[in-house]
């Protein structure tokens, strides 16, 4: 049997997020273990959301679904998650560090590190992925391609374990001058924690150096037939030199009538 992890950086709580993680249907011969490595209480995330008002656009219509209303800890742990609460350091890869440190890797044969902010439009998100005919060519996949094309930033990439081994049993995240202990509130202000966008530079050296090979979900920045990426939170809130490109996959996944 083996192991698909599952590690979630828990911060915005989201419902749908949790439920359709823990709903999707487990590839044969594998089994699911789901953690949530909060850095604050949902508690917290439903105050903050309390008074959000969503617009009748597109965008605005993802975030109703998204945010039908912010899960409880006692229900993510129903659902079959993991939870535990950890100091709120860095962010992206800085969750999934605290997790290694903890479990280590043994035992995990594929690992997904992911933010609590995506859309899960498909329930065959983990089945696709290992029964594809090019699981074996890849070292990571990643939802999208990243922007600038290429740039990985922690919101939702497959990694084989060769991959954590490779890069010294952790993410490199010396480039980074943002710690957040202590602090449970954000405004979500899209430069807030620009630092944390950092974490590019240490993989994509990483990449290079070790010749990993890197697929992706998609050709679209933050949309796949699978995943629709939250900014800050938000699906509505996206970085302006971004949205054209966006927009692109949420076209497609609308013609289709995948939303």
Not at 6 to 16: M, R, Y
Request: hydrophobic share 35%; charged share 25%; glycine share 8%.
């Amino acid at each position: 049997m083996k192991t698909l992890t599952v590690i979630a950086s828990g911060w915005h709580f989201p419902t749908q997020f949790y439920q359709a993680m823990a709903r999707q249907k487990t590839p044969k011969g594998w089994q699911i273990k789901l953690y949530c490595v909060a850095h604050r209480d949902p508690e917290h995330a439903r105050e903050e959301k309390k008074n959000d008002v969503f617009d009748s656009s597109q965008r605005g219509e993802l975030d109703k679904k998204l945010y039908s209303r912010v899960i409880s800890k006692e229900d993510i742990i129903m659902l079959g998650w993991n939870y535990k609460e950890y100091p709120n350091t860095v962010g992206d890869w800085g969750n999934a560090n605290q997790w290694i440190e903890e479990h280590g890797m043994e035992g995990t044969d594929l690992l997904l590190v992911t933010h609590d902010d995506n859309l899960i439009i498909h329930d065959r998100l983990f089945t696709d992925t290992v029964e594809d005919l090019t699981f074996e060519e890849w070292d990571i996949l990643t939802n999208s391609p990243g922007q600038p094309y290429g740039s990985l930033r922690g919101s939702f990439e497959f990694f084989k374990p060769r991959v954590i081994e490779k890069i010294g049993g952790k993410f490199d995240l010396s480039t980074l001058t943002l710690d957040r202990t202590g602090h449970t509130t954000a405004t979500n202000e899209l430069g807030e924690l620009y630092d944390w966008n950092n974490i590019i530079a240490p993989m994509s050296k990483a990449i290079e150096e070790h010749e990993f090979k890197v697929a992706s979900l998609s050709p679209c920045y933050r949309v796949s037939a699978y995943v629709i990426e939250g900014e800050r939170g938000y699906i509505s809130k996206t970085h302006g030199g971004n949205t054209e490109i966006e927009e692109a996959g949420l076209k497609y996944l609308s013609d289709n009538k995948v939303i």
